[in-house]
């Protein structure tokens, strides 16, 4: 006789004691009865940077296994994505939104205009925008010197021209001498704008009046410039405060105009910390582009939000291996040299690499042939340039407006 003999119990799960809010067993990070997370902000502070990094960058044994493939691997990020393979990968959306925070930071650290300024943004000589007599003098001084350097250069041209009776040339004599004619027109005007402004001083001075307000890259709109009392902006269909508005904001950019001239770095830095964002506008359009170009792939419009995301966040981690290897190449080889050469050709590599990594990802993505493939990759390649190149003019504006 055979007697049936129970089957051992199973071991008792292992707890993390009990939930501080409502004691119930804890089996996890977090209390399956109220919610709340075993770990609170009473603990070593190297902990918390460990879950802020991974909570948001999911900056952990992941990273690695995501860039590398995200620089060399054309495509492999979102095809490992559509087959379900996430959970070894950063995702998508944070990914971009961390290259792209990081590469224009160091953008902003790593570009700079220095001593020069590229950035001319009006037409007014250094005599409108002089504050003293002195300025208006060292101004007039200078301008008038490179015409004479300009005019001493084109002498011997005209007298060469007019002595070479072998092969009379009208048209040159006479294009040199309407040449020379113009500079001597500018000194002219020159000396009468300087005798102006230094009027104006001494006008002021004798009657302990204000000094003139410098001439600085007035806007205009319509035959006189901008003045928010005597000539301000109205816009027929816009309500009074929208057009007061509209006036406020274009008082503000005609005062940062002059700070930009002084310091064209902050042109720079604005533009840099309003790039992402544009970006971040850009990309659903971007993804549009695509849902539409492969229609009858039938792919969802998130599949193609994810390849949006993914050549994104390329795009910015080669853009900031090139802000890593100028500012590499300053620091090591500021004179050239051979090391200048590697980095000069490191930058150019990038570059290069940059159209054709999004072509191979197009590609290997949608798996299409070359023909329709390249034809594709042009029509939104185009289509999106101008979409960024509005987005930048936008962003222009934008930046010197609200400095």
Same mark, same amino acid.
């Given at each position: 006789?055979?007697?049936?003999?129970?089957? @051992?119990?199973? @071991?008792?799960?292992?707890?993390?004691?009990?939930?501080? %809010?409502?004691?119930? &067993?804890?089996?996890g990070?977090?209390?399956?009865?109220?919610?709340?997370?075993?770990?609170? /902000?009473?603990r070593?502070?190297?902990?918390?940077v460990?879950?802020v990094?991974?909570?948001?960058?999911?900056w952990?044994?992941?990273?690695?296994?995501?860039?590398?493939?995200?620089?060399?691997?054309?495509?492999?990020?979102s095809?490992?994505?559509?087959a379900?393979?996430?959970i070894?990968?950063?995702?998508?959306?944070?990914?971009?939104?961390f290259?792209?925070?990081?590469?224009?930071?160091?953008?902003?650290? $790593?570009?700079?205009?220095? %001593?020069? %300024?590229? =950035?001319?943004?009006?037409?007014d000589?250094?005599i409108?925008?002089?504050?003293?007599?002195a300025?208006?003098?060292?101004?007039?001084?200078?301008?008038?010197?490179?015409?004479?350097a300009?005019?001493?250069?084109?002498?011997?041209?005209?007298?060469a !021209?007019?002595?070479?009776?072998?092969?009379?040339? =009208?048209?040159?004599?006479?294009?040199?001498?309407?040449?020379d004619a113009?500079?001597?027109?500018?000194?002219?005007?020159?000396?009468?704008?300087?005798?102006?402004r230094?009027?104006?001083?001494?006008?002021?001075?004798e009657?302990?009046? @204000?000094?003139p $307000?410098?001439?600085?890259? *007035?806007?205009?709109? +319509?035959?006189?410039?901008?003045?928010?009392?005597?000539? @301000?902006?109205?816009? +027929?269909?816009? &309500?009074?405060?929208?057009?007061?508005?509209l006036?406020?904001?274009?008082?503000?950019?005609?005062? %940062?105009?002059?700070? /930009?001239?002084?310091?064209?770095?902050?042109?720079?830095?604005?533009?840099?910390?309003? =790039?992402?964002?544009?970006?971040?506008?850009?990309? &659903?359009?971007?993804?549009?582009?695509?849902?539409?170009?492969y $229609?009858?792939?039938? *792919?969802?419009?998130?599949?193609?939000?994810?390849?949006?995301?993914?050549?994104?966040?390329?795009?910015?981690?080669?853009?900031?291996? $090139?802000?890593v290897?100028?500012?590499?190449?300053?620091? /090591?080889?500021?004179?050239?040299? +051979?090391? +200048?050469?590697?980095?000069?050709?490191?930058? !150019?590599?990038?570059?290069?690499?940059?159209p054709?990594?999004l /072509?191979?990802?197009?590609?290997?993505?949608?798996?299409?042939?070359?023909?329709?493939?390249?034809?594709k990759?042009g029509?939104?390649?185009?289509?999106?340039?101008?979409?960024? #190149?509005?987005?930048?003019?936008?962003?222009?504006?934008? #930046?010197?407006?609200?400095?």
């Amino acid at each position: 006789m055979t007697t049936s003999s129970a089957p @051992p119990p199973l @071991p008792a799960a292992a707890t993390r004691g009990d939930c501080a %809010n409502c004691g119930t &067993p804890l089996l996890g990070e977090h209390c399956y009865a109220c919610g709340q997370p075993v770990k609170g /902000l009473v603990r070593h502070f190297s902990s918390l940077v460990g879950d802020v990094l991974d909570s948001v960058f999911e900056w952990d044994s992941r990273t690695p296994r995501t860039l590398w493939p995200l620089l060399a691997r054309p495509g492999y990020l979102s095809l490992e994505y559509f087959a379900g393979r996430r959970i070894r990968y950063v995702s998508p959306f944070r990914l971009f939104f961390f290259i792209a925070i990081v590469t224009f930071f160091i953008g902003k650290l $790593v570009i700079s205009f220095g %001593n020069e %300024n590229p =950035v001319q943004l009006g037409g007014d000589s250094a005599i409108e925008t002089a504050r003293s007599v002195a300025e208006v003098e060292t101004a007039r001084d200078r301008a008038l010197a490179e015409l004479a350097a300009e005019r001493a250069e084109l002498a011997p041209k005209i007298a060469a !021209a007019e002595d070479d009776a072998r092969v009379p040339n =009208v048209g040159t004599i006479t294009g040199l001498r309407t040449a020379d004619a113009a500079l001597q027109a500018a000194e002219t005007a020159i000396r009468a704008q300087a005798d102006e402004r230094i009027a104006a001083f001494r006008t002021a001075e004798e009657t302990g009046g @204000p000094p003139p $307000v410098p001439r600085v890259n *007035r806007l205009t709109f +319509g035959p006189d410039d901008w003045d928010p009392v005597t000539n @301000p902006i109205v816009v +027929g269909w816009l &309500p009074g405060f929208a057009n007061d508005w509209l006036n406020r904001q274009v008082g503000r950019a005609e005062k %940062n105009v002059q700070r /930009l001239q002084e310091d064209p770095d902050l042109l720079k830095d604005s533009l840099l910390g309003a =790039v992402p964002s544009t970006l971040f506008v850009l990309l &659903p359009l971007f993804a549009l582009m695509l849902k539409i170009a492969y $229609v009858f792939k039938r *792919r969802l419009y998130m599949e193609h939000l994810i390849v949006a995301l993914h050549s994104h966040a390329f795009m910015c981690l080669a853009l900031l291996l $090139v802000f890593v290897a100028m500012a590499l190449e300053r620091w /090591l080889a500021p004179d050239g040299g +051979g090391i +200048g050469i590697v980095f000069k050709v490191l930058e !150019a590599a990038l570059w290069t690499w940059m159209p054709i990594y999004l /072509l191979l990802m197009q590609k290997r993505v949608y798996r299409q042939g070359w023909t329709m493939t390249l034809i594709k990759y042009g029509v939104i390649g185009l289509s999106y340039s101008i979409l960024l #190149s509005l987005g930048a003019a936008f962003t222009t504006v934008a #930046s010197v407006v609200w400095l």
